[in-house]
Structures are given as structure tokens and as C-alpha cells.
Nanobody, 122 residues
Framework: QVQLVESGGGLVQAGGSLRLSCTAS????????MGWFRQAPGKEREFVAT????????YCADSVEGRFTISRDNTKNTVYLQMNSLKPDDTAVYYC???????????????WGQGTQVTVSS
């Protein structure tokens, strides 16, 4: 079956950096668009970034543009989210997701990981 496993979360001070990884199995990774979403306590899940199957095109939410970078390595079935200049507002559970469509809408993604906690202290 399809599995997406996130890693790399943790506790970091404001202004610091983290790199999240999401490794996929059970699907033809190179054919899938990958996305990152996050959900803070008491808030709805929100789009963070997405990348096309080839990796040539990416798109980030305005709230993270210029600070976060999404990338992928199709030889390792892994997508990354490099997060720099972290703010307390970035605190959330971060999820990776996979779909055939290049989209920012979470309901359109077919497969989801279990999430990894990112906590940014002030």
C-alpha cells in the first residue's frame, strides 16, 4: 500500500531552520505531484508548497514565500521542505501529500503522511 513518511520536525528557536523530508513507497513517485500542508492547533489545515512530478515547477504560499523551499529527489522517492527564518506562527503539524494534479487544494490530494510536529519558540 501507499505510505508517505515524514521526518525532520522538532523544536527550533525563531529565526532558525529545519528541513523536512517525506519518503514515499507503494506508488510511482516520479509521476506524482507532491505537496506540503500544515495544521496549527485550533486552525484548519493550510497549503504550504507544491512541486510538479519532474520538480521543474514549484509554488509556495504567500506566508512562506522566500523562506521555505520545496524540492524533490525522484531517485530517492523523497520530497523536502527547507524551512528558513522560522517564526512562531510556523508552529504546526506538517503533512506531505501526493496526487496526480498540480493543486493547492488539500481535498484533491489522494495520499497523506502521518505528519511531523514543528515547534518554533520565540
Amino acid at each position: 500500500q501507499v505510505q508517505l513518511v515524514e521526518s525532520g520536525g522538532g523544536l527550533v528557536q525563531a529565526g532558525g531552520s529545519l528541513r523536512l523530508s517525506c519518503t514515499a513507497s507503494g506508488l510511482a513517485f516520479r509521476k506524482y505531484v507532491m505537496g506540503w500542508f500544515r495544521q496549527a492547533p485550533g486552525k484548519e489545515r493550510e497549503f504550504v508548497a507544491t512541486i510538479t512530478s519532474s520538480g521543474r515547477n514549484t509554488y509556495c504560499a504567500d506566508s512562506v514565500e522566500g523562506r521555505f523551499t520545496i524540492s524533490r529527489d525522484n531517485t530517492k522517492n523523497t520530497v523536502y521542505l527547507q524551512m528558513n527564518s522560522l517564526k512562531p506562527d510556523d508552529t504546526a503539524v506538517y503533512y506531505c501529500a501526493a496526487d496526480m494534479k498540480y493543486t493547492t487544494y488539500d481535498w484533491e490530494y489522494d495520499y497523506w503522511g502521518q505528519g511531523t510536529q514543528v515547534t518554533v519558540s520565540s
